[in-house]
């Protein structure tokens, strides 16, 4: 099993769609959780933290469920710019980052 | 914020070359450094962690006489791909961060390598 899985993809909607990646970590004992987002051929870039209250910045929502080892990230009134890869990812203890493969999205006018 | 850039961005070689990728932290002091390799489609993986002034941390599965790590300075890290082979070809990213803080990383651009 994977440690950190998510949605395979690509999801293809329209601008302004609403869309949820869903992702999964296998170790419990995973202490903290991030979304980032990777263009094309470029290195990732930190979207948000995540936390088990839940948290939102702007058109983003990122929920934390520890019981379920759950992680949601929610885009609204999804842009063209939007389109990229995202990627789920927990800290282990000790520091490591261990990173899900990434769901593509992609946003159509 | 906190910039970290790559040199050289991408390089093509010849099978049997050896490779040297540089990281710099160029407006801070990095305490440690990470190399990860990332295939096409597929997550990035952590390669080795680099402490400066000491020997790196090698992951499970990673060949450390065949991907050296030096960690001369706070601010530079190279990795260096010896022998390449086409299996080698990847996208190579580092990452640095401060304090020990490892969940903070600032990732450089990467490196693309394609070996023939």
């Known amino acids: 099993r994977k440690e950190v899985e998510q949605d395979p993809g690509p999801f293809n909607v329209p601008e302004g769609a609403t869309v949820a990646f869903n992702c999964t970590y296998s170790?419990?004992?995973?202490?903290?959780f991030f979304w980032y987002r990777q263009d094309c051929r470029k290195e990732p870039k930190l979207l948000m933290s995540?936390?088990?209250s839940g948290n939102e910045d702007g058109r983003f929502t990122a929920q934390l469920n520890r019981a379920s080892q759950y992680i949601s990230l929610l885009i609204r009134d999804s842009k063209l710019s939007d389109s990229a890869t995202y990627l789920c990812?927990?800290?282990?203890?000790?520091?490591?980052?261990?990173f899900g493969q990434g769901t593509e999205l992609s946003v159509k006018p | 914020g906190a910039v970290v850039s790559q040199h050289p961005s991408w390089v093509i070689c010849k099978s049997g070359t050896s490779v040297k990728i540089e990281c710099r932290s160029l407006?801070?002091?990095?305490?440690?450094m990470f190399w990860y390799r990332q295939f096409p489609k597929q997550s990035l993986m952590l390669m080795a962690t680099?402490?400066?002034?000491?020997?790196?941390?090698?992951e499970q599965g990673v060949e450390k006489d065949k991907f050296l790590i030096n960690h001369a300075s706070l601010t530079l890290s190279t990795l260096t791909v010896t022998s390449a082979h086409p299996e080698d070809s990847s996208f190579y990213i580092c990452?640095?961060?401060?304090?020990?803080?490892?969940?903070?990383?600032?990732f450089g651009p990467g490196t693309r390598l394609l070996v023939l």
């Open positions: 990812v927990v800290t282990l203890p000790g520091g490591k980052l261990i």
């Open positions: 407006d801070f002091q990095a305490t440690t």
């Open positions: 995540v936390y088990s």
């Open positions: 990452s640095a961060t401060t304090s020990g803080l490892y969940e903070t990383q600032y």
């Open positions: 680099s402490n400066e002034g000491s020997k790196a941390t090698y």
């Open positions: 170790n419990s004992a995973s202490q903290s």
